[in-house]
């Protein structure tokens, strides 16, 4: 063999097959060259279990991109993983090779959980359905790079640098709000925490059995 092998790539980049042969020869003419005794990290490789986004396909060994394996490397991060093997030419001469894969993440998309809708009614015609002022709820979020930190905002909000205390629940305050139709939306950025306070004035208009719906 020539060298050593090195290969780097981002995650999320297109599938690759390396060649592992690549830089190898043998003098002997028509010598068939394989490749045996494959470890990662000094772990033997198993055919039947193979590491997630990483096979070893006859001499060359395929790397998917793409694969969740791959997903909770942050941003900068990296995972390398060093192939150990030996080239064997069909007469039973080997000689030992290296092939080190360097894989760097990039930021992943969080996503969040779906949101249920909450209903509120007068509660000048309903006083039993106003012991809880508007509505209160949680955003959940979630994100595959290990260790990301997560906020929350609201598309074109009124006011990002807010001090408001919730009305209920001691030591919760919020600093972003969004005025809407029938009331406003608060919402604590950091833990995603929001409560609706209906405008009294304008739910108090609303008919009897007259319904809006407003969306943030």
């Known amino acids: 063999v020539a060298s050593a092998l090195s290969f780097a790539a981002d995650e999320g980049d297109s599938a690759y097959a390396l060649d592992l042969l690549e830089g190898a020869s043998d003098?002997?003419?028509?010598?068939s060259l394989s490749v045996q005794s494959l470890k990662i990290n000094d772990v033997t490789y198993?055919?039947?279990?193979?590491?997630?986004?990483?096979?070893?396909d006859g001499t060359s060994f395929n790397v998917d991109l793409s694969s969740a394996a791959f997903d909770s490397l942050g941003v900068g991060q990296s995972a390398t993983y060093t192939l150990t093997y030996q080239v064997r030419d069909d007469r039973g001469a080997t000689v030992n090779q290296t092939q080190t894969i360097?894989?760097?993440g990039t930021n992943d998309i969080p996503t969040?959980?779906?949101?249920?809708?909450?209903?509120?009614?007068?509660?000048?015609?309903?006083?039993?359905l106003g012991a809880v002022i508007g509505l209160i709820g949680q955003l959940d979020a979630q994100d595959a790079d290990a260790n990301a930190e997560l906020s929350f905002?609201?598309?074109?909000?009124?006011?990002t640098n807010l001090?408001?205390?919730?009305?209920?629940?001691?030591?919760?305050?919020?600093?972003?709000s969004k005025v809407?139709?029938?009331?406003?939306?608060?919402?604590?950025?950091?833990?995603?925490?929001?409560?609706?306070i209906p405008d009294t004035t304008k739910v108090d208009n609303l008919r009897l059995n007259e319904i809006r719906t407003e969306s943030f």
Do not use: M, W
């Open 153 to 159: 905002s609201l598309a074109n909000a009124d006011s």
């Open 46 to 56: 198993d055919e039947s279990n193979p590491p997630a986004g990483l096979l070893l």
């Open 102 to 104: 360097t894989i760097t």
């Open 163 to 176: 001090s408001f205390d919730d009305p209920e629940i001691s030591g919760l305050t919020y600093d972003i």
């Open 112 to 128: 969040i959980s779906s949101i249920a809708a909450g209903a509120i009614a007068d509660a000048s015609y309903l006083p039993d």
């Open 180 to 196: 809407g139709d029938y009331g406003t939306v608060y919402l604590n950025s950091a833990t995603g925490q929001y409560r609706y």
């Open 27 to 31: 003098i002997d003419s028509n010598a």
